[in-house]
C-alpha cells in the first residue's frame, strides 16, 4: 500500500494550490482518508477526511468553508482542493489512510494515531 501526494508550492495570501494523494495496493473496501499538516515546531492535525465510496466529508474548523477534499476512483486519488489561503496555512501536508471498512467518525478521524499508512508529504507555504 502506497500514498504519494503532489500538488504543493508557493502562493500568495488568497490564493489557491490543489493538492492530490494518489493511493495504490488498495482493495474495494471503503477507507477513511485523510489529510493532515505540520507547521514547524507544532503538532500534526487533521485538515479533512473521506469516506470513500461514501461521500461523507469531514473538515477541521480551521478550513472548513475554504478547503474541500473530494476522491476520483477512476484515478484512486483523493485531493485537497484549498482556496482563500493564508499565512497560517503554511505547513508540510500529509495524506494518510485509515484501516478498511472503518468509517471516518469511528476512526475519530482526526486523530493522527489512528491511521499507520501515510504518505511522504508535500510543502504548502503561503506568503
Known amino acids: 500500500v502506497q500514498l504519494v501526494e503532489s500538488g504543493g508550492g508557493s502562493v500568495q495570501a488568497g490564493g489557491s ?6 493511493f ?12 493532515f ?3 514547524p515546531g507544532k503538532e500534526r492535525e487533521g485538515v479533512a477526511a473521506i469516506w470513500t465510496r461514501g461521500g461523507y ?3 477541521d474548523s480551521s478550513v ?5 477534499i473530494s476522491e476520483d476512483l477512476n484515478r484512486n486519488t483523493v485531493y485537497l482542493q484549498m482556496n482563500s489561503l493564508k499565512p497560517e496555512d503554511t505547513a508540510m ?4 489512510a485509515g ?5 471516518c467518525l ?8 489512528a491511521y499507520s499508512i501515510w504518505g511522504q508529504g508535500t510543502q504548502v507555504t503561503v506568503s
Open 24 to 35: 495504490s495496493g488498495y482493495t474495494d473496501n471503503q477507507y477513511c482518508m485523510s489529510w
Open 64 to 68: 472548513k468553508d475554504r478547503f474541500t
Open 57 to 59: 466529508t469531514y473538515y
Open 93 to 96: 501536508y500529509y495524506c494518510a
Open 99 to 103: 484501516p478498511p471498512s472503518i468509517d
Open 37 to 39: 499538516r505540520q507547521a
Open 106 to 113: 469511528s476512526l475519530d478521524w482526526s486523530r493522527e494515531n
Open 17 to 22: 494550490l490543489r493538492l492530490s494523494c494518489a
